[in-house]
């Protein structure tokens, strides 16, 4: 039976029952539902090793969004994060794509990149002659310090030097470091390495540290969407839909004050995977951004425009620096269990995943906006959450918040006003 990942009905069931459909979809085995829930095997004593001063636990919702068909095979999509509507945005963007075959991504290799700042450099061409006529010594020096990587296959590929001013040169050692990030791996090659590199180009070593803006590890991700798929009944033309969405993408192009919400709106997709599965997002949006304005001007990450056929085509282009080894996959139970969740096979696997949540956010976000609004379906899902600051439990979430939507009202004194009305009237029926 093939596993799929269009589980009709799943977000209006409670999480014990959502549990049991993985399991009745084979997603989760039965001995592992258990774990799933709550904070299995995260305790107090873990999180100690993991960060300094701890003095308890912080939580966050674990969801998956579904649909998901990724370069033919259907996948569910662990996303932790605290804001309402993106999970069910990314889940409604993915079916969308889905109609038009899903996503297809290509992975640039696991590269980062260390740099090795040259400082007081007498010259800059003798310094850069030295280093290049070393290059073949210089790649084994760094390979020898790290083996580890060398034997899974990883190590370093390239040298390259990089003119910053009259006396500084920065030397960049580009380094396959597999399904880790490679942050400490690298660094650990900067520092082993720059006394070398000092040394052949007669200067002082500064700054030994990887680079953030990973650009050769990118991800492309693409997705197309007929324009049929994107009709509904208060916007009945596919058509205008798609032109509403390629409207939206022109201003983003435009305007550098929409590309960073955009932005946001692919982030949301993006982080949310990558929070789930560990990694460290910090390092991610960092590079995100960098790479956004690379052209002089802040960018879109996400491009989309109408095929010859009507076909709405989107493409999501980024770093993207994942890591499923070391790190928090290492030392946390839930990481491990979002990317067994998820059937992750490794880093490129993880960021093909995360790129592709990030392009379906984004879509999603771009057809609410130039349809009905953001507010109605993002402020439908928060008006859950105003119900439950306001006391609400249980069923009550869905009645107080269904009564806020259709007001159009989410404040939390009037979420109070609704559930104490409720409550009265139930307790007038009984009595
Ligand atoms: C929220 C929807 C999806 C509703 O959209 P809808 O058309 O009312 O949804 P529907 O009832 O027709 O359901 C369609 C599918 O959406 C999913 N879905 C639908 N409801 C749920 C739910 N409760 N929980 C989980 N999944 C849900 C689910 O997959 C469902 O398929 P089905 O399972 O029925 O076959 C839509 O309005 C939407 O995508 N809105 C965009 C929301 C969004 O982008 N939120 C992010 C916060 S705003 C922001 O941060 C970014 C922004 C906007 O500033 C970026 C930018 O400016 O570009
Ligand atoms: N500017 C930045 O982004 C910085 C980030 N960091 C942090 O560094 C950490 C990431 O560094 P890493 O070197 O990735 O982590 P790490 O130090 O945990 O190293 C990865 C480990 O995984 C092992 N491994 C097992 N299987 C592997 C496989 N298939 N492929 C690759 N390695 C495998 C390696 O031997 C290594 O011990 C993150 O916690 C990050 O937040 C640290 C300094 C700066």
Not at 166 to 173: E, N, P
Not at 305 to 332: I, N, Y
Not at 409 to 415: D, K, L, Q, S, T
Request: net charge neutral.
């Amino acid at each position: 039976m093939i596993r799929t990942s269009r589980l009709s009905g799943f977000y209006r069931q409670s999480p014990e029952r959502r549990r049991a459909r993985l399991v009745e979809a084979r997603w989760v085995a039965p001995e592992e539902v258990e774990s799933l829930a709550g904070l299995a095997g995260f305790d107090e004593a873990c999180a100690d090793a993991m960060v300094e001063n701890v003095v308890g636990i912080h939580g966050l919702p674990l969801g998956v969004a579904l649909n998901f068909l990724v370069d033919g095979r259907e996948r569910l999509v662990p996303m932790a994060v605290e804001e309402p509507s993106i999970i069910a945005a990314a889940s409604y963007a993915a079916r969308l794509c889905a109609e038009g075959g899903g996503f297809t991504v290509e992975a640039d290799p696991p590269i980062t990149t260390a740099q090795v700042e040259l400082l007081d450099v007498p010259s800059l061409e003798a310094a850069r002659a030295a280093l290049h006529a070393h290059t073949a010594f210089l790649l084994a020096e760094a390979d020898a310090l790290i083996p580890a990587m060398c034997e899974r296959g990883g190590g370093t590929r390239e040298i390259e030097v990089r003119v910053l001013d009259a006396t500084t040169l920065v030397v960049h050692l580009h380094i396959d470091t597999r399904d880790a990030m490679g942050a400490n791996c690298v660094n650990s090659v900067a520092e082993g390495m720059a006394p070398r590199l000092a040394a052949l180009a007669g200067a002082r070593p500064g700054l030994r540290i990887l680079t953030n803006l990973a650009d050769r590890r990118k991800v492309r991700v693409r997705a197309r969407v007929p324009a049929s798929a994107l009709v509904s009944e208060a916007f009945p033309e596919g058509g205008v839909v798609r032109d509403g969405i390629l409207a939206a993408h022109r201003f983003a192009e435009l305007d550098p004050y929409r590309a960073v919400t955009h932005n946001k709106g692919v982030m949301n997709g993006v982080d949310a995977v990558l929070v789930a599965c560990g990694n460290d997002w910090r390092a991610v949006e960092a590079g995100a951004h960098a790479w956004a304005a690379r052209s002089g001007s802040y960018r879109p990450l996400t491009s989309w425009r109408a095929a010859e056929d009507g076909t709405l085509e989107g493409e999501l282009f980024m770093p993207l620096a994942t890591s499923t080894a070391g790190g928090a996959a290492r030392t946390h139970p839930g990481v491990k269990r979002a990317l067994k969740l998820a059937r992750v096979s490794g880093a490129l696997d993880l960021a093909a995943l995360a790129g592709a949540a990030g392009l379906a956010t984004n879509l999603a976000a771009l057809k609410a906006l130039s349809t009905e609004g953001i507010q109605k379906g993002h402020m439908a899902l928060h008006a859950r959450r105003v119900a439950a600051e306001a006391g609400a439990r249980g069923e009550l979430i869905e009645v107080v918040a269904e009564r806020l939507s259709h007001e159009r009202v989410y404040r939390p004194e009037r979420a109070r006003e609704i559930l104490d009305a409720e409550l009265a009237r139930r307790k007038g029926a009984r009595g």
